[in-house]
């Protein structure tokens, strides 16, 4: 190769390796740099020609030097090495780039190494938005899977009432009318008392004390009204229970939009969660004046049972207290569910929302609950907060449009 050729091909190296956008260097194993392209400027705000017989850790500065010792030490050990860094430019912006050290060997010595950096920022931020994508997906995955699970469950439950319900309420209709033999027999009974002494026979009446005395009249005359209000209790609940599961079934499969008394609703999903519930807090409700609100029922009865549910789970060995409370500001409903609980850490905060993610021991908590309940406001294109104190509970504000206008403008978008 002549020297006007062999000049002419460095001059063209030189030109191509200054227009890559990726930073090129060579460090000698001195750690003296010995070559840098024009990137530099760019990456840095430096000249390229400055770094010729700069010390790297000069360059690098002391924070970034110590980051990077490892790999400038593996490297010169004859071992290449591939990583990630964020590096600042020189008005503040960061770069996520891609790292290259390649060692120099000749003759079995390591005599430097090079560097090559790549910037993958963009890169960084298509993964970033493909994480939020998928993240996205399994969310509406998990909520289509829980919708399956509520209209089965709906079906069910709507099955399980008809069941109850007519059984239920021949017990009931009898109920009343004992209740109504035992008081015309308490009637009775007092005549007979009354009567009793006028009896001029003392065989006889001896033989009624007797008899007083062996059935345990006056306890019976005690016991029986409180044994008639207890089990009159009892079915009262029964039929609230029966009541509770038709609210839930109701809408379960046509999945309608309706107006509906959202005190109704909360009232429902405390009496299906009172199971979960009753050891370990006192319910305290604070309703307001609100009027009703255009939702799909059965999944507001959802996000009230999956926050009541965690609310009791978040209580200690100490009975807590859960405070459900209403009210309405401008156009939109609200309700919060607040508890004394043990409140939740900031750092699992930033994540309760996320599919599939539970702090819950294996096998009490799929991770869904609150991941589907933020999915459901969402539909009803309300939103859900939370505020938490580690150790003083934790409050789930939810608020919920008086009527949903933005699906009635959908609607009549895709009529016309």
Not at 145 to 159: H, W
Request: charged share 25%.
């Amino acid at each position: 190769m002549t020297p006007i050729v062999k000049r002419n091909t460095l001059y063209h190296l030189r030109m191509l390796v200054d227009r890559v956008p990726s930073i090129l260097a060579y460090w000698d194993r001195d750690l003296i740099c010995r070559f840098a392209n024009r990137a530099y400027e760019s990456w840095f705000g430096i000249n390229p020609d400055d770094l010729i017989g700069m010390p790297i850790a000069d360059f690098l500065g002391q924070e970034l030097f110590v980051k990077n010792e490892s790999h400038i030490r593996s490297v010169l050990d004859g071992h290449e090495q591939l990583f990630e860094r964020t590096i600042l430019g020189p008005d503040g912006s960061e770069r996520y780039s891609l790292v290259n050290y390649i060692p120099h060997v000749m003759d079995g010595e390591v005599l430097g190494f090079m560097v090559l950096a790549s910037d993958v920022s963009k890169l960084k931020e298509a993964e970033k938005n493909l994480q939020t994508e998928v993240t996205e997906r399994k969310r509406l995955q998990a909520e289509l899977v829980q919708s399956d699970k509520l209209a089965s469950i709906g079906q069910l439950a709507a099955g399980v009432a008809h069941e109850i319900n007519n059984p239920i309420g021949y017990v009931f209709s009898n109920f009343g009318t004992l209740e109504d033999y035992l008081g015309k027999f308490f009637q009775i009974l007092s005549a007979y008392e009354q009567a009793e002494s006028s009896i001029s026979d003392p065989a006889v009446a001896a033989r009624l004390r007797e008899l007083r005395q062996a059935v345990e009249l006056d306890f019976l005359k005690e016991d029986i009204p409180q044994l008639m209000q207890e089990s009159k209790h009892g079915i009262e609940q029964v039929r609230q229970i029966v009541r509770a599961l038709k609210d839930f079934s109701r809408v379960d499969s046509s999945d309608t939009w309706q107006a509906t008394n959202l005190h109704q609703c909360i009232d429902t999903a405390l009496t299906l969660a009172n199971s979960e519930i009753k050891h370990k807090a006192d319910i305290v409700k604070h309703y307001g004046e609100i009027p009703e609100v255009e939702c799909l029922p059965s999944q507001i009865n959802q996000v009230v049972m999956n926050l009541v549910v965690n609310a009791a789970q978040a209580m200690g060995a100490v009975r807590g207290c859960i405070t459900i409370r209403t009210g309405v500001e401008d156009d939109q409903v609200w309700f919060s569910v607040s508890d004394n609980g043990s409140g939740i850490p900031p750092e699992t905060l930033k994540r309760i929302f996320e599919p599939f993610f539970t702090t819950k021991p294996i096998g009490q908590g799929t991770g869904l609950g609150l991941s589907v309940s933020y999915g459901i406001v969402q539909r009803h294109n309300g939103a859900i907060d939370v505020t938490s104190v580690p150790g003083g509970g934790t409050t789930f504000h939810i608020t919920l449009p008086i009527r949903q206008e933005k699906l009635l403008a959908e609607a009549e978008q895709a009529d016309a």
